[in-house]
């Protein structure tokens, strides 16, 4: 990405990832039985929570177009 990217295209391509990633997170079964699991999914349910934290922000300060 050059530092002459349109910010508006930049906002764009950074909530499809958030989205994507939410949709991935939102797909992913825990397997409480194996080891570790319990806190990875804590992991996760909180970097959704934050993914959706960042879209609220930048659809908040995007012109609609």
Request: overall charge negative; proline content about 5%; charged content about 30%.
């Amino acid at each position: 990405m050059s530092q002459t990217a349109d910010p508006c295209a930049v906002a764009k391509e950074m909530l499809a990832d958030l989205y994507f990633l939410i949709e991935a997170l939102d797909r992913r079964v825990p397997h409480l039985e194996r080891q570790g699991e319990a806190q990875i999914a804590h992991d996760a349910a909180d970097l959704r929570e934050r993914a959706v934290s960042l879209i609220r922000q930048i659809e908040g300060t995007t012109p609609k177009q």
